[in-house]
């Protein structure tokens, strides 16, 4: 069975700090696909990264970075000096090839991170 | 363009009533997707579009009725729905995968009466 499990429901941090998403996914498939995805109060879902499976590369993009792990299998998000516009809820999801060119997606159940000023 | 434009933004039906959502991309983009999310969960797969071709319907109920009337156009039919129908739709698009992610709309939020 396919699953995302992202332990933390909320985080609150003050501007400035740094803070990491958890996400931690099960899958029996050896080809896979891991993203993130931001959704701010307006509803619209923004891709931030995928990563394949076999590319364990870690992303760095501006003020986030990604860190995957497959021994833990993990995919970590970590935003360094957080700002108020980072305020969302931010979902990682599992893919996989679902034929003809398509994904199938399970989300996890998403982290509301909110950044005070 | 990198978008995915989803019309109406909001949505109010009876219960009785007739709707459509509608969803575009130009892209180029041969995959489309349904996806269904109720307030403070995440959301979740209803139907994917390959190549203009339904592939994946994940059981749902028949009050909703997908259509893909070219490459650039999903539709979602809707009939006789229930309160519990009320969500936030959101349609996507991708490349073939490996190569693309799936990009989604901003979605219809609908309420039905």
């Known amino acids: 069975a396919q699953k995302v499990t992202q332990a933390q429901t909320e985080i609150s941090v003050v501007e400035k700090e740094d803070v990491t998403l958890d996400c931690v996914y099960e899958?029996?498939?050896?080809?896979?696909?891991l993203f993130w995805y931001k959704q701010p109060p307006s509803g619209e879902l923004v891709f931030l990264i995928r990563r394949n499976s076999f590319d364990e590369q870690n992303e760095i993009s501006g003020r986030y970075s990604w860190n995957f792990q497959k021994s833990t299998s993990s995919f970590n998000f970590t935003i360094t000096a957080s700002q108020v516009v980072d305020s969302a809820v931010y979902f990682c999801a599992l893919g996989w090839g679902s034929g003809a060119g398509s994904y199938q997606l399970t989300f996890g159940k998403g982290t509301k991170l909110s950044v005070i000023p | 363009d990198t978008e995915v434009t989803q019309t109406p933004k909001h949505l109010v039906m009876g219960m009785t009533n007739k709707k459509s959502l509608k969803c575009e991309q130009h892209m180029g983009h041969r995959a489309m997707y349904w996806y269904k999310q109720k307030a403070k969960k995440p959301p979740e797969l209803m139907f994917v579009?390959?190549?203009?071709?339904?592939?994946i319907n994940e059981s749902v109920p028949s009050r909703f009725s997908p259509e893909c009337p070219n490459s650039s156009l999903l539709n979602l039919h809707l009939h006789a729905l229930q309160p519990e129908d009320s969500a936030l739709y959101l349609c996507?698009?991708?490349?073939?995968?490996?190569?693309?992610?799936?990009?989604f709309g901003s979605g219809t939020q609908l309420s039905v009466l």
């Open positions: 899958t029996r498939d050896t080809t896979y696909y």
């Open positions: 996507a698009s991708s490349q073939d995968s490996p190569f693309g992610s799936p990009f």
């Open positions: 579009y390959s190549y203009e071709k339904l592939s």
